[in-house]
């Protein structure tokens, strides 16, 4: 009897295995290999992130939106850098960005992109696993010294430091949206999350899933030190910005030595409805 190679046995689970149609199946992460992320999230390894735009942005009427999205990007992602695409984009440019990151030691590669629509696009790329997760951008609002009079965000406030955020994740609840959960999180380092009487400072990053969005919203958690020693310190908490939400649009493998693109699940554009939805705040 014939031995089987590695590459055929590869071949006969490929066919074996089903076709993947929604984004809320639970065999969406199978594929990815999950020890290096929960490296990440044991605080063994500090996530480093590069950022930078998919090529040219596409259209001269939407030039300005491609590095607002990056600029935003950067204050969202703890330890990120941003690089210029300036040449085309063309098959081998994922490749060759994946090689620029390893060498800055980057576990995380983040492409923006605004398209001939309009729709700002992000796709979050793992260099741990090779998972590439793809988002459209909604309701983005800066904060206020880059947003217009019209959508100011309430009570906001800047960090006097820059630490790193305690991520709380809400509402991912399923099996795939346990792997989505996973995937920010590996973009944000550890922080531990104490409670305690004593003054403090603290950056809260809250990611909350619904109906195939993911919310963000950004607080800074201040408590002064109390009048009288018996008395708990008063805790005040006001937003940082930016704030958006991000319809996730489907999954992709990539292969990190080669730039190879494997779909996963990616379903038709008319597979999704954007209604407008308000973010219900988990509680601290």
């Not at 020890?35 to 992130?49: A, F, Q, V, W």
């Not at 603290?202 to 030190?225: C, E, I, M, P, T």
């Not at 940082?240 to 992709?252: A, D, H, I, M, S």
Request: hydrophobic residues 35%; contains cysteine.
């Amino acid at each position: 009897m014939m031995k089987t190679t590695k590459v055929e046995e590869e071949l006969v689970q490929a066919k074996m295995r089903r076709e993947i149609t929604k984004l809320d199946d639970e065999e969406l992460w199978a594929e990815f290999e999950p020890l290096e992320i929960d490296r990440i999230e044991s605080g063994e390894i500090k996530p480093k992130t590069l950022i930078t735009n998919c090529g040219w942005f596409h259209s001269p009427q939407f030039r300005e939106r491609g590095p607002l999205i990056v600029k935003e990007m950067l204050s969202v992602f703890p330890n990120s850098t941003y690089i210029k695409w300036k040449r085309r984009w063309i098959p081998n440019s994922l490749k060759d960005l994946i090689r620029i990151a390893k060498e800055r030691e980057c576990t995380s590669l983040v492409l923006v992109d605004t398209n001939p629509l309009g729709h700002d696009e992000i796709c979050i790329v793992s260099l741990l696993n090779g998972a590439a997760a793809y988002f459209r951008i909604f309701n983005l609002i800066p904060p206020l010294i880059h947003c217009s009079k019209s959508r100011v965000l309430q009570d906001q406030a800047t960090p006097p430091t820059r630490l790193d955020p305690y991520v709380r994740m809400a509402r991912f609840a399923s099996q795939a949206g346990l792997g989505l959960s996973r995937l920010i999180q590996s973009l944000f380092p550890k922080v531990t999350h104490s409670r305690t009487n004593k003054p403090c400072q603290k950056n809260l990053a809250f990611f909350q899933y619904q109906d195939g969005f993911v919310f963000y919203r950004h607080h800074w958690l201040h408590s002064a030190k109390a009048a009288l020693s018996e008395e708990r310190p008063k805790h005040t908490r006001k937003e940082v910005g930016p704030r958006f939400q991000l319809l996730f649009k489907g999954v992709k493998k990539v292969s990190l030595d080669t730039g190879s693109l494997k779909l996963i699940c990616m379903p038709p554009a008319s597979h999704y409805d954007y209604p407008e939805r308000q973010l219900m705040m988990p509680p601290i």
